[in-house]
């Protein structure tokens, strides 16, 4: 009986692959998502903290930080830009109150494709799952924020692009891979 338990555990599945890695991407997606809004306040925050400690007044920070938001709301993210492309390769034009929302629908199709392929991977080669799915999601950073994207000029190259922002795309995806792991592991041990 034990045997016959440790085989269905261990025996790699395709199927079972694409479905925890579907599931386990959908939710590290989300998981990615929250991280970055959290890292993004609290960036925010320790920037006022810091010009407030630097005598500069409480109402000029609150306007840069206004005209920062809505600098940042005008801008294209890359997401809006493949949303957007979509739209155009369909014969239609995206409306821009749809911009966000059509961002993070690619956000999420990207997350939960990259699941699937981690899921696969992890049950063919469960090297795969090194450092807990941090050295995939690291991977995922550096194949797709560093390379593809600027290379589809979705993106400023890397050398435009302030390190800070780097470093804070490189945790998001670090987040990504971990809690990639940790819910496809979960999943397939259920299954």
């Known amino acids: 009986m034990v045997t016959k338990?440790?085989?269905r555990r261990h025996h790699p599945n395709v199927v079972r692959g694409v479905v925890t890695g579907i599931a386990a991407g959908i939710a590290a997606t989300l998981i990615m998502d929250?991280?970055?809004k959290l890292t993004s306040a609290s960036q925010k925050a320790a920037e006022k903290q810091y010009r407030l400690a630097h005598h500069e007044s409480k109402e000029v920070i609150?306007?840069?930080q206004r005209q920062k938001a809505e600098e940042t709301a005008q801008h294209e993210d890359s997401t809006e830009?493949?949303?957007r492309k979509i739209a155009e390769a369909t014969g239609k034009d995206l409306a821009e109150h749809d911009k966000k929302k059509a961002g993070q629908a690619v956000h999420y199709a990207f997350g939960t494709l990259m699941g699937a392929v981690y899921g696969v991977a992890a049950e063919l080669v469960p090297e795969v799952t090194t450092g807990g799915g941090t050295a995939y999601g690291t991977l995922l950073f550096l194949c797709a924020d560093e390379v593809a994207v600027p290379a589809f000029q979705l993106a400023p190259s890397p050398a435009e692009?302030?390190?800070t922002d780097h470093l804070q795309h490189w945790a998001a995806h670090v987040v990504y891979?971990?809690?990639l792991?940790?819910?496809r592991s979960l999943l397939r041990r259920l299954m």
């Open 5 to 7: 338990w440790f085989r």
């Open 34 to 36: 929250q991280f970055q």
């Open 62 to 64: 609150e306007r840069d």
């Open 81 to 83: 830009k493949v949303a």
């Open 161 to 163: 692009t302030p390190g």
């Open 177 to 179: 891979g971990g809690s």
């Open 181 to 183: 792991e940790l819910v």
